[in-house]
């Protein structure tokens, strides 16, 4: 039901509207110098985890609709509310995204179609080799390193979404 909510749309007004908002993310990050660059736990008692997680739940539900990385709201949304460091909030966004919401994506997808099973070394060997990559540089770097790599990706995949 969801994913043909987003078909309702006229396609280019929509990838335009999914570009400016994912460029918002990294201006939004670009203008808060300190954002992420440091733990500050908040949002940790019942009721902040419950809106928090409300959130994250709607996230998700859009995960199933939008062409663009929903882990790029995901990450800012853990830094802003729940005051991680970018370094902690991409890790949450690998499992939660990554593993739980493309798993149940590519369960609900593989049951309605065809999978081409050909490609699925292909894509895991790069998801696991990039993951190990990214992981070991971030580690290496530091949450100042990635929160500039978070900002250049989301301004470079807006532009590409409005563009084209």
């Known amino acids: 039901m969801r994913a043909s909510l987003i078909l309702a749309l006229p396609g280019r007004p929509a990838e335009i509207a999914l570009g400016l908002l994912t460029m918002g993310l990294g201006l939004y990050s670009l203008s808060r110098r300190g954002l992420g660059l440091e733990s ?7 009721s902040g985890m419950a809106a928090g997680g409300a959130v994250l739940f709607a996230i998700g539900v859009l995960n199933g609709s939008l062409t663009s990385g929903t882990g790029l709201f995901v990450t ?3 830094v802003r509310w729940f ?3 970018y370094r902690e909030a991409v890790a949450y966004t690998l499992v939660l995204v990554g593993l739980f919401w ?11 179609g065809a999978i081409e099973w050909t490609w699925l070394p292909v894509l895991l060997a790069g998801s696991v080799i990039g993951g190990y990559m ?3 540089l971030a580690a290496r770097q530091g949450s100042r390193w990635i929160k500039r790599g ?6 470079l995949v807006g532009a590409k979404l409005i563009i084209g």
């Open 134 to 136: 990214g992981a070991h």
């Open 76 to 78: 800012l949304w853990l």
């Open 83 to 85: 005051g991680l460091e």
């Open 102 to 112: 493309n798993g149940a994506g590519a369960v609900t997808l593989g049951s309605q």
């Open 40 to 46: 500050l736990p908040a949002h940790r008692s019942a």
């Open 150 to 155: 978070y900002e250049a990706v989301t301004l």
